[in-house]
């Protein structure tokens, strides 16, 4: 985790900390439980002020407050976390209970997001601001950048919805068909828009694969 992180921690506990998931915590010698809850705070806080000084550094002089603000949102909401999550592969690093694991844990967006956030509290408090601004800056670069040039989309659906009630047409997203168990289903979701199908797409819950459809749908370029 080191390696993709790209960073070294003087005290390893503090990364052990940030990847494990309330639901697999462990009480120490003081009879505290640990989990990365806490780390998640501190990231939390941290984030923003990175983000807020890199946006605020990036925009022109005479940038809105309010424009700063939704551009901060933006990168710091829980899907884009979850985003530079996967990229990471950081849900594979997870600790986490067997219940959680089962519902598909190592791929929901809040949890990663959560854990990204632990991490980056981690990075603070083994390493200082300056470590934290590093990792913040080079694994958010293009996160940034996107918003900064209005590219960043991160909710699809409702992008998608926009265009379609701007065409006066209709919107619908039809169950095609679910694979595997209870707990583990996958479901496989396509769109259509007055009645003509589009493009499909795949998730661990009928909300994200509807989100992946969306997604494929805005960044294939269909037009409606």
């Known amino acids: 985790m080191e390696d993709i992180l790209g960073y070294k921690f003087k005290n390893t506990e503090f990364l052990k900390e940030a990847l494990t998931h309330s639901s697999f915590g462990w009480v120490d010698e003081d009879g505290v439980r640990i989990d990365n809850e806490k780390l998640e705070f501190i990231g939390d806080a941290i984030l923003d002020a990175i983000i807020g000084l890199s946006i605020y550094n990036l925009m022109p002089k005479d940038a809105k407050e309010g424009d700063l603000t939704k551009m901060r949102a933006q990168v710091v909401c829980e899907r884009s976390l979850a985003l530079v999550g996967k990229e990471l592969n950081i849900g594979s690093y997870l600790n986490m209970g067997s219940g959680e694991e089962k519902t598909g844990g190592r791929e929901k967006e809040s949890l990663l997001a959560d854990a990204m956030e632990a991490v980056i509290g981690a990075i603070y408090i083994d390493g200082g601001y300056d470590a934290a601004y590093k990792f913040v800056n080079e694994k958010?670069?293009?996160?940034?950048?996107?918003?900064?040039?209005?590219?960043?989309?991160?909710?699809?659906?409702?992008?998608?919805?926009?265009?379609?009630?701007?065409?006066?047409?209709t919107l619908k997203y039809i169950m095609d068909r679910s694979e595997g168990p209870d707990h583990d289903k996958t479901f496989y979701i396509h769109i259509e828009i007055d009645g003509k199908r589009y493009t499909e797409g795949v998730g661990k819950s009928k909300k994200e694969a509807q989100q992946h459809a969306a997604q494929r749908f805005v960044e294939e370029g269909h037009i409606i």
Do not use: N, P
Request: hydrophobic fraction near 35%; glycine fraction near 6%; charge should be neutral.
């Open 140 to 169: 958010f670069a293009e996160t940034i950048k996107a918003s900064l040039e209005g590219k960043l989309i991160l909710d699809y659906k409702t992008e998608l919805q926009e265009r379609v009630q701007r065409e006066g047409k």
